[in-house]
């Protein structure tokens, strides 16, 4: 089946800290890959997206890279910031098909 | 731009009361996908709508139902509630003829079963 496993949380770091946080998918397919951030009290927000494997998908600092030989698409950023304190959602998609969302991570950034 | 519009945003009902819910689309946008976040949990897949029928069917109680309109709106109606059916429901669309794009949700109901 398909599926996304995400690293739980929470996650809380200091401001300009290095974030990690991991992402691995199992898909029967060639699956388009996603990463939402929600902020408190608001709907899912796309962050970035990889489409084929290799696909490296970048906004706002943050970056993540489409690997289809370790099924992962792990979410980083080089220097967080308090306004990136969210819950972010690893996801993928099928041609024709839902959206399947991980777990999700509540990230806190600390002055 | 137009974005995915929900109404209402915040609802409070009595168990056993019923809701509707309403969501409606970004222009041309013609595949709708309904979600359900309890509190501090993740989204989880309800139903999805292509071109006024059903897509594929998730976890969504027999006391719910929901349709796709002719305009690509869609309603969630909701019976029987229970105290548990307490969360923040997501809409979601995108236009499936486009290969690998995201969906774009609104901004949640948040339905309040006291």
């Known amino acids: 089946g398909n599926s996304v496993t995400q690293m739980e949380g929470p996650v809380t770091l200091s401001e300009e800290a290095f974030l990690t946080i991991n992402c691995t998918y199992t898909?029967?397919?060639?699956?388009?890959l996603f990463w939402y951030v929600q902020y408190p009290g608001e709907g899912l927000q796309l962050l970035l997206k990889?489409?084929?494997?290799?696909d490296k998908g970048s906004n706002k600092g943050f970056e993540a890279t489409y690997r289809k030989e370790t099924t992962s698409f792990h979410l980083e950023k080089g220097s967080v910031q308090v306004s990136d304190s969210a819950v972010y959602f690893c996801?993928?998609?099928?041609?024709?098909?839902?959206?399947?969302f991980g777990t999700g991570t509540s990230l806190t950034v600390i002055p | 731009a137009a974005g995915v519009i929900q109404s209402p945003r915040h609802l409070i009902k009595e168990k056993r009361e019923t809701a509707t819910l309403k969501c409606y689309p970004i222009?041309?946008?013609?595949?709708v996908y309904w979600y359900q976040q309890g509190p501090g949990q993740d989204p989880q897949f309800l139903i999805s709508?292509?071109?006024?029928?059903?897509?594929d069917k998730g976890s969504i109680p027999d006391r719910f139902s929901a349709q796709q309109f002719s305009d690509y709106h869609s309603e969630l109606n909701m019976s029987s509630l229970e105290l548990g059916d307490s969360a923040l429901y997501f809409c979601?669309?995108?236009?499936?003829?486009?290969?690998?794009?995201?969906?774009?949700f609104g901004q949640g109901t948040r339905l309040t079963v006291v």
């Open positions: 990889a489409t084929k494997a290799d």
């Open positions: 898909a029967t397919g060639y699956p388009s």
């Open positions: 222009p041309r946008h013609d595949t």
């Open positions: 996801a993928l998609s099928l041609p024709g098909n839902q959206f399947y």
């Open positions: 979601a669309s995108s236009p499936r003829a486009v290969m690998n794009t995201e969906a774009f």
């Open positions: 709508f292509y071109e006024k029928m059903q897509s």
